[in-house]
């Protein structure tokens, strides 16, 4: 048995099924583990990998500031923990026209946003109801990310409930399970109180037996009639996964923009969980910019929101929350009652500077935005020669594939088969339950992301739905 068998517990399965190769090396979308095999990753690991597997700059910039300084703590400054803030504030608060235009240093846009924000703050009159980005909180992970922004949610409004989704997830610790609609949390029973949920946008098996457009978006009066049963005035927060997520969700464009009417409607504060959506996953540098603009014409901007995973691309774990200047500012005064030893930790910062400058460079997220269109044909046409895929939804490249055969959360043994099947064949993809997940890195070549789908197609039950 091996050392990693042995002494290692592993995460969400039952340890006795575990039996990972050991992994040794990457590049971009590859990786190898110790007995030379190589493996396409379609999954991007956690769907985290969003810059490949040992990304040059980034793996530098680590040494670098590795040889600089490691650790200060929060008490003091930190130039990688500072910088990276003004690097995501000023990428939030890019207009949408902004984001083609190249800075120098090279987050597209940026600039503007921070000048927009000054000039927003400093001119109240001016203020539309969009909120306007001003500071960060930096966590370790993206379930931190959700515990801090639940109680900031909490200490601004002065309320206590959290609305969320069924089949949704913010993370594994205690609070952030709780307000996810995953399966995994149902054994969470003495989780948080004053959460309530409501049914997802899940068009391809609409809870309300209603079919998208003629629907008119009942999943979001649904979310209206909650808070009102509720009771509006004990609503703190709205949290959600705007286009992405481990239990396949991907809401119609106009969803997101009526959640963000709900919320000022009733003064609730409006959650966006990036975790999973952000950094080009969707094609946009985080998914609530890629959504439909709200009646009044607004950019369908949340109030604070969270993200992890690709703000390093996974090469050091470091998680955060960018909050409106609205909501931030109330620590202006009242002190922030919570604090994390390795919160805004200069070496995780440092890669996230890195990494923000390497989507900026190559041009990433724009470049998520076309192969995933493209990933998507294909994907389409799949589903026309194999019956047993019923939907493929998502944006960017991030793609749920979901079968005709209902068996979620449960696995559909196939799936699971093929899955292993394609792993022997040197194709990671991961599924869960009915689906199957292609969230490749957004570096990967096309020519290998092609070869990867042959793969899957070759391997997947015949049987044409035409
Ligand atoms: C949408 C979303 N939120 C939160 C998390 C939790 O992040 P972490 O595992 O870094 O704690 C995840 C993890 O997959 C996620 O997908």
């Given amino acids: 048995m091996s050392d990693e ?101 090279g987050a597209q846009g940026a600039e503007y946003g921070i000048e927009r924000a000054q ?23 993206g379930a931190e990310a959700t515990e801090h922004a639940i109680k900031m949610a909490r200490w601004v409004t002065g309320r206590r409930k959290i609305i969320s989704r069924y089949r949704s997830y913010h993370g594994a610790t205690h609070a952030a399970l709780s307000v996810s609609g995953d399966p995994r949390g149902r054994n969470v029973t003495d989780g948080l109180r004053d959460v309530a949920r409501v049914l997802p946008p899940y068009c391809y098996r609409c809870p309300f037996g209603l079919r998208y457009p003629d629907c008119a978006l009942r999943c979001a009066d649904h979310v ?28 119609p464009p106009e969803y997101w923009p009526r959640l963000r009417e709900i919320c000022n ?18 094609g946009a540098w985080f998914a609530w910019q890629a959504q439909s603009a709200t009646q009044a014409g607004e950019l369908p901007c949340p109030d604070l929101f969270t993200m992890a995973k690709g703000l390093t691309g996974a090469h050091i774990p470091l998680g955060a929350i960018c909050v409106a200047e609205h909501v931030a500012s109330h620590f202006d005064e009242h002190a ?23 989507y900026a460079d190559e041009g990433l997220i724009e470049r998520a935005a076309r192969l995933g269109a493209w990933m998507f044909e294909q994907l389409r046409a799949m589903r026309r020669r194999h019956a047993c895929i019923g939907d493929v939804r998502g944006l960017g490249l991030f793609a749920c594939v979901e079968m005709t055969e209902n068996t979620f959360p449960q696995p559909l043994p196939w799936l699971k088969q093929l899955a292993r099947a394609a792993l022997q064949r040197g194709v990671n ?38």
């Fill in 336 to 358: 922030l009652e919570t604090g994390l030893t390795y919160s805004g930790h200069p070496l995780a910062c440092a890669a996230g500077v890195a990494a923000i400058q390497a």
């Fill in 224 to 251: 209206e009639a909650v808070i009102q049963q509720e009771g509006p005035d004990t609503v703190a927060g709205l949290i959600a996964e705007p286009a992405a997520g481990t239990n396949g969700i991907a809401a």
């Fill in 429 to 466: 993809v991961a599924v869960r339950g009915n689906l199957m997940f292609v969230c490749p890195p957004l570096v990967i070549e096309q020519g290998d992301l092609e070869w990867g789908l042959s793969v899957i197609d070759e391997l997947l039950p015949q049987g044409s739905s035409i």
């Fill in 5 to 105: 068998k042995r002494f290692v517990l592993h995460t969400w399965t039952k340890q006795s099924e575990w039996n990972g190769p050991t992994i040794v090396g990457g590049a971009g979308a590859w990786f190898w583990d110790d007995q030379g095999r190589r493996y396409l990753d379609l999954s991007s690991q956690a769907e985290c990998c969003n810059l490949g597997h040992q990304h040059l700059a980034v793996v530098r910039a680590i040494q670098e500031q590795a040889g600089r300084l490691c650790y200060i703590s929060n008490a003091w400054g930190a130039q990688p923990r500072a910088e990276l803030a003004r690097r995501i504030v000023a990428i939030a608060n890019q207009n949408p026209e902004d984001r083609t235009q190249k800075t120098e240093d």
């Fill in 265 to 282: 409607r009733y003064g609730i504060l409006l959650i966006a969980d990036e975790v999973m959506s952000g950094f080009g996953r969707c």
């Fill in 119 to 141: 000039s927003q703050i400093q001119n109240p009159k001016s203020k539309t109801q969009n909120p306007v980005y001003g500071r960060v909180f930096f966590t370790c992970d």
